[in-house]
């Protein structure tokens, strides 16, 4: 009888290849999402040991650029404010339909009496823009901002357009820079709609 047949080097390693695949020896194996984790983990890491070797001071003074980029971020974000309704008609003052200057009266009141200042201040401005539109002093055009519309009024009410300017601006400020409106802000938007009732336009004709 011949010796034991002793396998060649290839065979021995399909073999062992063969086996060490058995689900029974990766049981305890890391599941895909763990071994994700774990990459992303290691190359933050070499990440970090990289950026510190290079910065003065080395991982002290890394910590020390990331705080200050996190203060600079902070205080860009509070000067200028959480974005809001961005694409909500590129800033225009009437998104929500044609309603009288009257039906914006009443909602601002409503709003105001509720303590809703942010709203009231929304709508009053809304109120004013509309009833120059009903006087004809501005041509009712869609997609108008606040801005816009106080510069256009200013036209014919040039004793009021540092009023008009600073009522865009407070609409602005509540509607698109996320400060709140206030009780002296809605005040000073109710007198400036109420004075602008009873001014007359200044005449635009040549003079005699």
Known sequence: MGGPVTPGRDAAREAAERELSKPIYHENDPGL???????????????????????PGGALGLVAVAVLLALAAAALWWRLGT?????????????????????????????????????????????????LEERTLLDPRPGRTADEAAAEAAVPLPAHAAE?????????????????????????????????????????????
């Open 83 to 131: 974005p809001r309704r961005a694409a909500a008609g590129a800033g225009e003052l009437f998104a929500d339909g044609p309603r009288s200057a009257a039906d914006h009266r009443t909602a601002a009141e409503a709003h105001a009496a509720a303590g809703r200042w942010t709203e009231a201040v929304q709508e009053r401005m809304r109120a004013v823009v509309r009833s």
């Open 164 to 208: 008009l300017r600073a009522a865009a601006r407070a609409f602005d400020d509540v509607t698109y820079g996320s400060r709140p409106g206030t009780p002296d802000t809605y005040a000073h938007l109710r007198t400036l709609d109420e004075a602008l009732s009873r001014t007359k336009p200044a005449p635009t004709g040549p003079r005699p």
């Open 33 to 55: 999402l763990q071994r994700a984790a774990d990459r992303f983990w290691e190359w933050v890491g070499d990440l970090f040991d990289r950026a510190s070797g290079s910065t």
